[in-house]
């Protein structure tokens, strides 16, 4: 067996998270879901309290419907 150690550098972890090329990564995801949807999705990033963030939802009355009818967003994260 080896005496091997590991040690995680917390803040290197968080600034990593909270990092602008993280965010983008974030963000090419979610511009990929959105692909999937249609018209009618918006994204938005944003940096939280702990990491970077990226959603999709529905911003038109029309996509809001069918995402309800379908779970489109749902079946296109898949």
Known sequence: ???FK??????????????EEMKSICEEHARAV??????????TTY??????NASVHA??????RENSKNNTLLKAVK
């Open 6 to 19: 590991f040690e995680l550098n917390r803040a290197g972890v968080r600034e990593l998270l909270k990092s």
């Open 34 to 43: 959105q692909s999937k949807c249609g018209t009618g999705y918006e994204v």
């Open 59 to 64: 911003e038109t009355f029309e996509a809001k």
């Open 1 to 3: 067996m080896s005496n």
């Open 47 to 52: 940096t939280g309290k702990s990491r970077a």
